[in-house]
């Protein structure tokens, strides 16, 4: 049978061969299965899924591969070729201090124990290529590959949504990263071709078709940003205020109307916070219809807003991602283009005419590089499905 994900441009994945060769070079034997979960760039919704709102984020074909085998000693041996590290942790007495990608290992282990789950051991090799630190989720890949290697070895019955529940309790109560669960669900959950409209509230997924004609681009503008250290837990300890303030659990449920008769019980800088959360909502719905009507334009005007709420209403941009922005606006075929991802650096999407795509990234590149002497990284974006199991490669 035919196995897109194994299949990048015509030809091999060359992660997943590289993860598959480095197994048997370390353990002696093949693997049983190859575990891919991909990162992923949000179209339109940023900062609003931890107040219970609407994302639209498409899994990316960049993803984390790990060679799993299972092990009858209740221990998981990872091997890391990215990291040029390996890490042995006991499922039984897990009490080991782990720095780095491992303590995303523990709160995984931990997360699905909370939950009674019945792990079984395992031993493996990874690698990946979604860009760290870039805010195309490289952490929910991580996460969701170990709970789809477990799933996979202990016999337990893949539920994408389940999945996507445990990484984000990982993250966020293990790692420290109070982060929504758009990135792990979309991660676990990605449709072929589409993107997926997401109500955070209550999890429903509706898959919508990327219009044809256009392509998704990541501009990566190369400056970096970690999630603890930054303002994101701030921002969401500030949603949270906000929510209490107006007598509501989500910000999700307040209206625009609602906001502005409230607005003297918040302060500018609370109001600004709502103001954003609301109108990307917003946003986000009118995207849906603009993509079902094909009206492109509008779609790209939508993506615009949300650039200019996130910079001035949430302050979440860098003068690296304003500067990338204003270059993919500038350049040919480009539709729309904003922010996406936590912030405070990282990448920016762009919704680009086909036929110049070649075009649009040379501009912004020349531009970009102007402005900031740094040379951006621009990834064409095809929309994958999400965390999958396969039989190993059959190599010649």
């Given amino acids: 049978m035919f196995d897109k994900a194994l299949q990048r441009k015509g030809g091999m994945n060359k992660i997943a061969l590289q993860v598959q060769r480095a197994f048997v070079e370390r353990f002696g034997v093949a693997p049983d299965r190859l575990i891919r979960a991909p990162g992923r760039v949000n179209l339109i919704g940023e900062h609003t899924d931890y107040s219970g709102g609407f994302v639209m984020p498409l899994a990316l074909e960049q993803a984390l591969w790990i060679a799993i085998r299972p092990r009858s000693d209740k221990s998981v041996v990872i091997h890391s070729l990215d990291y040029i590290d390996s890490i042995e942790l006991k499922l039984l007495d897990p009490k080991v201090h782990l720095k780095g990608w491992p303590e995303y290992l523990k709160g995984v282990v931990w997360a699905m124990q909370e939950e009674k789950w019945s792990l079984s051991g395992w031993e493996g090799v990874m690698a990946g290529d979604v860009p760290q630190g870039a805010g195309l989720a490289s952490s929910a890949a991580l996460e969701t590959a170990f709970i789809r290697a477990f799933a996979e070895v202990s016999r337990i019955s893949w539920e994408p949504k389940i999945a996507a529940k445990l990484a984000q309790r990982a993250e966020s109560e293990w790692v420290g990263i109070s982060c929504g669960i758009m990135d792990q669900l979309i991660s676990a959950c990605g449709v072929s071709g589409h993107a997926l409209f997401i109500d955070c509230r209550n999890l429903d997924i509706l898959p919508v078709a ?82 079902h009507a094909n009206d492109l334009n509008l779609l790209g005007q939508l993506m615009q807003e949300s650039h200019t709420s996130l910079r001035d209403n949430f302050e979440v941009t860098n003068s690296a991602l304003d500067d990338i922005v204003e270059c993919a606006l500038a350049a040919p075929g480009c539709l729309g283009a904003r922010m996406t991802g936590a912030g405070f650096g990282g990448c920016a999407v762009a919704l680009v005419k086909t036929e110049q795509e070649i075009d649009f990234g040379k501009s912004v590149s020349n531009c970009y590089f102007k402005k900031t002497g740094l040379d951006p990284n621009i990834i064409s974006c095809i929309p994958t499905d999400g965390a999958s199991s396969h039989e190993p490669i059959a190599v010649k």
């Fill in 210 to 291: 990327l219009p044809e004609g256009v392509r998704v681009i990541v501009l990566d503008s190369k400056t970096r940003r970690g999630l603890v250290d930054s303002l994101y837990n701030e921002r969401h300890s500030q949603c949270e205020e906000a929510s209490r303030i107006l007598g509501k659990s989500l910000l999700r449920d307040v209206s625009l109307p609602e906001l502005d008769a409230q607005s003297t019980r918040l302060t500018p800088l609370l109001y600004r916070r709502v103001r954003h959360v609301i109108t990307e909502n917003q946003r986000v719905q009118h995207a849906v219809e603009a993509m």
